[in-house]
């Protein structure tokens, strides 16, 4: 398998987890909070997904 979608995942959660953190900072309503909780789960992925691939390029 390529790298190619291992890379389109951690990136793409990246963005979309700063994306809706930065959108729930500026609605901080009760649609806000939801979106900072959803942000956590997104740069959780994408921390990790960054991490297998520097391992893996190590090896």
């Given at each position: 398998m390529t790298?190619?979608?291992p890379i389109t995942?951690?990136?793409g959660s990246a963005a979309a987890g700063v994306g809706a953190?930065?959108?729930g900072?500026?609605?901080?309503a009760g649609a806000g909070w939801a979106l900072i909780t959803c942000s956590l789960p997104l740069l959780?992925?994408?921390?990790?997904?960054?991490r297998g691939l520097l391992r893996g390029a190590t090896e």
């Open positions: 790298l190619n979608l995942v951690a990136i953190a930065v959108t900072v500026y609605l901080l959780a992925l994408s921390t990790i997904t960054f």
